[in-house]
């Protein structure tokens, strides 16, 4: 069964503003995860919140994660043509570490 | 530095015959691995993961198999496959333990004809 759930599942931007994707998720977690695909490829790694944390940067990205709601959304500031790609939370579950589990996915176009 | 390979990258198949597909991993030692299946425009299903050699969990019912003989290998398989086993099927690695990210592969698009 699906552990996380994107929101929306399909933003369509100009260049240049900002994407914000949510994600949704049912158990207690270790950490949330988001990855990038472009079409036809693996996932990349992006960004690994904790479960004690609330929020994280790394670049252009900024991920926040309200356990109490248990939610995450993920920001992708001043967007570019290159950023078009789905993008997905995973969550590392707080019974099994080894067990990682993928929402549906959010396809994000950026319109130049 | 780790990396991983999946292959082949592109298959075409026709029902009910068999199915190997191999990944590898190399630079690193007793990873977790992982298969997941993706429809297409769809997120991942997890169908098997590992946590050492012979150890396999199977999250779906269903037609097809992992084995991991070797501690960097990662063999999903069919004996017959089925016209609903088409998809994008990819490998994935992770270090041990908690909070550590996963590493794909490139993915193996199945074709079932």
């Known amino acids: 069964s699906q552990q996380g759930e994107e929101d929306p599942q399909a933003l369509s931007i100009q260049e240049g503003e900002n994407a914000t994707m949510n994600c949704s998720y049912k158990?207690?977690?270790?950490?949330l995860q988001w990855y990038r695909q472009n079409s036809g490829r693996g996932l990349v790694h992006l960004i690994l919140i904790r479960s004690n944390e609330r929020e994280k940067h790394s670049g252009r990205l900024r991920v926040t994660l309200d356990t109490s709601k248990k939610s995450s959304s993920l920001l992708i500031t001043a967007s570019r043509a290159a950023d078009t790609a789905s993008y997905f939370c995973?969550?590392?579950?707080?019974?099994?570490?080894?067990?990682?589990?993928f929402g549906s996915g959010t396809r994000l176009s950026i319109r130049p | 530095s780790q990396t991983i390979h999946q292959w082949p990258a592109t298959l075409v198949q026709p029902v009910g015959s068999p199915l190997s597909l191999e990944c590898t991993v190399e630079?690193?030692?007793?990873?977790?691995l992982y298969w997941y299946r993706q429809a297409a425009g769809r997120g991942l299903q997890l169908l098997f993961y590992?946590?050492?050699?012979?150890?396999i969990s199977s999250e779906v019912p269903q037609n097809l198999s992992a084995s991991r003989p070797q501690d960097r290998q990662f063999i999903l398989s069919s004996k017959k496959l089925l016209l609903s086993d088409s998809g994008f099927y990819l490998c994935?690695?992770?270090?041990?333990?908690?909070?550590?990210?996963?590493?794909f592969g490139d993915g193996t698009r199945l074709s079932i004809l």
């Open positions: 995973a969550t590392d579950g707080e019974s099994s570490a080894s067990k990682i589990i």
């Open positions: 590992s946590v050492g050699i012979g150890q």
């Open positions: 994935a690695w992770k270090r041990v333990g908690r909070n550590q990210p996963q590493h």
């Open positions: 158990t207690s977690i270790n950490n």
């Open positions: 630079g690193t030692s007793n990873p977790n």
